[in-house]
């Protein structure tokens, strides 16, 4: 009983702390109350990486992606599971608007956080969900800075 409830509390945390996330560059995206709705994907959609598959390089979204950008939430890691966390961001991808609008969805540590988010000058290391209105490429990354982009995840949504 103790377990569950204490899990509960945890996944209501970790909720709340996405789903007040603001986006990080407001001429890209359309405001909007909270964050995505965590949805599974149905068993008809298929998900595929772009990243690189590259030795143990470490790798994030290059700036021009920043055209398809939908949204972005920035915040502490909130489990030490981080294949939940990066499945929870691709989740919220799909459950974005009707389901069709965002295409692909970056997790990762150690994200830079951008300048004006939330209205700090940004720079300091955090997880981060990055969500795009297409789907990406492994010419759409780059190599991030040695400590950046750390355990990165990124799943292209078919369905």
Same mark, same amino acid.
């Given at each position: ?6 899990? $509960? =509390?945890? &996944?209501?945390?970790? &909720?709340?702390? +996405? ?9 890209? +995206? ?5 964050g995505p709705a965590i949805v599974p994907l149905p068993s008809t959609?298929?998900?595929? $990486? ?14 021009l992606t920043s055209n398809a950008l939908l949204y972005s939430a920035?915040?502490?890691? %909130?489990?030490?599971?981080?294949? &939940?966390?990066?499945?929870?961001? =691709? ?6 608007? $009707? ?6 969805? %970056? ?22 969900? +990055? ?6 490429t492994d010419s759409d990354f780059v190599a991030a800075p040695e ?8 799943? $292209? +949504?078919?369905?």
């Open positions: 009983m103790r377990t569950s409830t204490a899990t $509960n =509390l945890l &996944l209501a945390a970790a &909720l709340a702390t +996405i789903t007040s996330a603001r986006p990080a560059i407001t001429s890209n +995206i359309v405001a909007r109350a909270g959609c298929t998900v595929t $990486n772009p990243l690189p598959t590259s030795g143990a390089t470490t790798y994030q979204p290059v700036p920035y915040y502490p890691s %909130f489990s030490s599971n981080k294949t &939940l966390m990066a499945e929870q961001c =691709l989740q919220q991808c799909y459950g974005y608007g $009707n389901h069709v609008e965002c295409k692909t969805a %970056f997790w990762a540590e150690n994200i830079v956080v951008p300048a004006g988010y939330y209205g700090t000058p940004g720079g300091q290391l955090s997880t981060g969900c +990055i969500m795009f209105s297409r789907t990406l400590g950046q982009a750390t355990d990165a995840f990124a799943g $292209n +949504i078919a369905c």
